[in-house]
């Protein structure tokens, strides 16, 4: 009796910590994407748009969540990813969120996802479905080079439909989640940096437009 009495504190104490994050575009703060109230595919939601040169890097695109820090703990998250009319054909309408972010960006974490590559007919194409980056130093380019397979892998996706995302996140370890499943869809077991408490945000990629809802956050 005294085991399961503990059990439920120990879970009444957790769910504390669980918190649903209102999406407020006035409350965002959007670097070089724009930022609007929608209505899509039925559901309220938060559209993303890219704005930035195409010179921009991992960094450029980013709406971050002001006041939500995560050191340790899951982040939840409702998202889709498409192309942006008139993209050219590098456009794969990546998708994702950052965490432990610096207020400037100048640091944080990253896994995000490819909607378009999982259900192309190039194979190779098709293991480039979902990405950890991280900043500084540790773009997509030079993780595939110098890793290949390690940082990146496939699962099935559809450009423009919701699909769920969870990050777990403890230490220098990382998962990814997709679709509800119960096995992550990749692990990081080295963040590239340092272990320290930061913002969550909503990230995408060149040529992208994206929405987002159900942002939850539980910490540890």
Known sequence: MTKNLLLCATAATAMLYAETVPLDVAK?????????AVTF???????????????AG????????PGMTLLDGTIELELTGDVMPGVGPGARG???LVFRAKPDLSQFECFY???????S??????????QYISNPGFPWQLLRDKF????????????????????VVKGD??????????QPTLLVNDLKQPVASGLVGLWIGPGTVAHFDNLRLTRQ
Not at 41 to 54: E, L, M, S, W, Y
Not at 121 to 130: E, F, L, T
């Open 58 to 65: 991992d960094a450029g695109r980013i709406a971050l969540v």
């Open 94 to 96: 990546f998708v994702g």
């Open 173 to 182: 370890h990382a998962r990814l989640f997709v679709h509800d499943s119960a």
């Open 121 to 130: 007919d190039d194979q190779v194409r098709r293991n480039h479905s979902a």
């Open 148 to 167: 290949p397979e390690k940082y990146e892998t496939y699962v099935d996706l559809q450009p423009g439909e919701w699909t769920k995302v969870k990050v």
């Open 41 to 55: 595919k039925g559901r309220k939601a938060v559209r993303i748009t890219d704005t930035a040169p195409q010179t």
């Open 113 to 119: 996802l490819r909607p378009t590559n999982p259900r």
């Open 28 to 36: 965002l703060k959007p670097t070089q994407v724009k930022v609007e």
